[in-house]
């Protein structure tokens, strides 16, 4: 991890230009990860080189795979499904869940016997979601508590389940897809809800036996039939929507802003987001739609047009779950109230999203409530900030203080900016190209 590195952000004149967005982090640890398991040389472009994404791709080369970047394409040489070899010593996983949850699922279906620890943010974070459905498989876990450190002792013998997710989770769904690979037979996840599909989209464009089933009101069954062989492939990465959201709020609440997004991911599992920002009166002006890397992306212009606020319903928290710092952000810039409903998994990411953002937001000048699992803002158009906000080893926590500060009264200080790394390295040099003030 990087030294602490604070950083002021303050009042800032119109935002303008074109800021391509970094890689999309969740298909960044999908490409590594089933390229790891390929026969054959899978090829990536446009990777997002932030740590949590190293923090796999170290992993991936501890279990035997090879990965080696040549100029700004990555070169994979897969073990194939099922040839993941005993690392020799434990794995760092840094800051990053999604490593965590996706390689426990890998793993838990080879027999070999692999330690995970992260960060104090990481150690945190629950991972009973992953170690019950991982052990009915057959693997055998010591967590204390569910947390990490975590040791995972895969089993030779994997059996099959069905498993009906009891959070919106695309890291759990996925890390059972994962473990169902090497599985005999076929092993069926069910989403009460639609969380992000990535997993889905790569492995049947790698070959693997997956289907999916609408079962109505809005649940999927996805069906992974164990032993297939993966096709190698060259992989395009798309740039990541949550990534864009900063860039897009901060042309939303500076006056005058006028931004160019090429190239956003627009994945109906992941837009949540910029339909809340419609509700609210933004201007998001979309163009040239179309496909990369098997993902739907378009063009959007972005223009300041004053907020109001809304009511966001608990069913589309798994289409925006990480945009809910800098939806808050937007929000305290709206005028009238937003509640944001439905958010206990908040309480579960980076840090604890849902009392952050309430008491971050609050001591910018912001008047907000938590009812229950609901974040309630009372927008003024305004913040007055001048104040320090601690940022608990979370990035989007970070950013969306940096983004809160570009239209304060005060600035707003952040007390450590290098978790950005884990997702957003090239944040503070793309906001201010923008005309962002941040310093
Ligand atoms: C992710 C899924 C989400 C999200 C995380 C990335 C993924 O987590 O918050 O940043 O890549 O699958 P949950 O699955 O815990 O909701």
């Known amino acids: 991890m990087s030294s602490i590195i604070p950083l002021s952000s303050s009042k800032s004149n119109a935002l303008s230009g074109t800021a391509l967005s ?18 054959g040389e899978t090829t990536i472009t446009g990777l997002l080189e932030s740590e949590d994404v190293h923090a796999t791709v170290g992993a991936l080369r501890a279990l035997g795979a090879t990965l080696e970047k040549r100029g700004e394409v990555w070169h994979l040489h897969g073990v194939g499904v099922g040839g993941l070899q005993q690392p020799t010593a434990p794995m760092d996983m840094g800051n990053s869940g999604t490593s965590t949850r996706l390689l426990a699922g890998l793993v838990a279906t080879h027999p070999i016997t692999t330690e995970f620890f992260g960060d104090a943010s990481l150690s945190k974070r629950p991972m009973g979601r992953v170690i019950e459905p991982l052990s009915q498989m057959g693997a055998t876990f010591a967590a204390t508590d569910g947390k990490l450190p975590m040791t995972i002792t895969g ?30 037979g076929t092993t069926t996840v069910i989403e009460p809800t639609r969380t992000r599909d990535h997993t889905e989209r790569m492995l049947r464009a790698m070959g693997a036996n997956l ?35 900063f860039p897009m709020v901060a042309a939303a609440i500076v006056p005058g802003s006028d931004i160019f997004l090429p190239g956003v991911g627009m994945n109906e599992t992941r837009t949540g987001l910029f339909i809340c920002l419609e509700e609210m009166g933004a201007k998001l002006t979309y163009s040239n739609e179309r496909e990369e890397g098997g993902e739907p992306v378009a063009d959007i212009r972005v223009q300041y047009t004053e907020l109001r606020g809304i009511d966001v319903s608990a069913e589309r928290a798994p289409s925006m779950i990480d945009e809910y710092p800098i939806l808050a952000v937007a929000a305290a810039y709206a005028q009238g109230t937003t509640r944001m409903r439905g958010l206990h998994e908040l309480r579960t990411k980076e840090s604890d999203r849902l009392t952050i953002m309430a008491e971050g ?11 229950g699992d609901d974040l309630i803002v009372h927008g003024t158009g305004k913040l007055a900030g001048a104040t320090t906000i601690p940022t608990h080893l979370d990035h989007r926590i970070a950013m969306s203080f940096l983004v809160a500060g570009l239209n304060s009264d005060a600035p707003i200080t952040i007390d450590d900016a290098s978790p950005i790394n884990t997702s957003f390295p090239t944040f503070v040099e793309m906001m201010t190209a923008l005309g962002a003030s941040i310093k």
């Open 22 to 39: 970094p890689g999309n982090k969740s298909i960044s640890h999908r490409a590594v990860l089933l390229g790891a398991l390929a026969v």
């Open 211 to 245: 289907t999916t089933e609408d079962l109505g009101h809005g649940a999927t069954a996805i069906h992974i039939t164990g032993y297939a062989e993966l096709k190698p492939m060259h992989i395009v990465v798309p740039s990541d929507p949550s990534s864009t959201a």
């Open 361 to 371: 937001l609050a001591a910018c000048g912001a008047h907000t409530e938590i009812d």
């Open 155 to 184: 089993t030779k013998n994997p059996m099959p389940i069905t498993y009906t997710l009891p959070v919106a989770s695309a890291q759990v769904k996925s890390a059972i897809i994962l473990a169902g690979l090497n599985t005999p």
